[in-house]
């Protein structure tokens, strides 16, 4: 954990809220019920790990991993979360 800066840190917290509006209050997509919150993030981290390509690592996290060998497509995170 050496490597790990707070400007790393900084930055997720920053994609995170500039991505997902329900950790912005008082905007309409702000969660009232955790239940929804916690799918609302789940979806988010699924979708920045699995199916989101990254410029600086030119794949998805999970392939650079070593967890998957291609990258889900946004139909294959709604059938898994149905």
Known sequence: MRLAGTSIVERSNLS?????????????????KLENFKASMDLYFCFYNFVRNHRTIRCTPAMEAGVMKDA???????????
């Open 16 to 32: 995170i809220r500039t991505h997902c509006r329900r950790l912005t209050r008082l905007s309409l997509g702000f969660s009232k």
């Open 72 to 82: 889900l497509s946004i139909a294959d995170l709604v059938d898994m979360a149905a």
